[in-house]
Nanobody, 127 residues
Framework: QVQLVESGGGLVQPGGSLRLSCAAS????????MGWVRQAPGKERELVGA????????YVVDSVKGRFTISRDNAKNTVYLQMNSLKPEDTAVYYC????????????????????WGQGTQVTVSS
């Protein structure tokens, strides 16, 4: 199993930036494909980004392309979500998620595919 702890959320003005971090416990971080899922009030959970075990393959949802970047540092057991040009519609609770995959190159593109979740961190974009 893996435990996930997010940090870096907060209040930011439209157009601003935040970097979310997710620290994973244990020595098996490299076994997991990682992702970030968000949930806004009254809306369904949405996969924002995904990254393979070896960090070679990444995916971000169309609504954040060109603004958000997902990355990971396997030496530090940490995955990141760099968020630039933030918009009010990016306001949500952001969850770090992990899934065991068969190969180093797989990314998981559906919310239901993730087995482990962090507690979430609030991101609020408002003037």
């Amino acid at each position: 199993q893996v435990q996930l702890v997010e940090s870096g959320g907060g209040l930011v003005q439209p157009g601003g930036s935040l970097r979310l971090s997710c620290a994973a416990s244990g020595r098996t971080f490299r076994r997991y494909a990682m992702g970030w899922v968000r949930q806004a009030p009254g809306k369904e959970r949405e996969l924002v980004g995904a990254i393979s075990r070896n960090a070679v393959y990444t995916y971000v949802v169309d609504s954040v392309k060109g603004r958000f970047t997902i990355s990971r540092d396997n030496a530090k057991n940490t995955v990141y979500l760099q968020m630039n040009s933030l918009k009010p519609e990016d306001t949500a609770v952001y969850y770090c998620v992990a899934a065991e995959t068969v190969t180093d190159w797989d990314t998981v593109h559906i919310v239901a595919g993730y087995d482990y979740w962090g507690q979430g961190t609030q991101v609020t974009v408002s003037s």
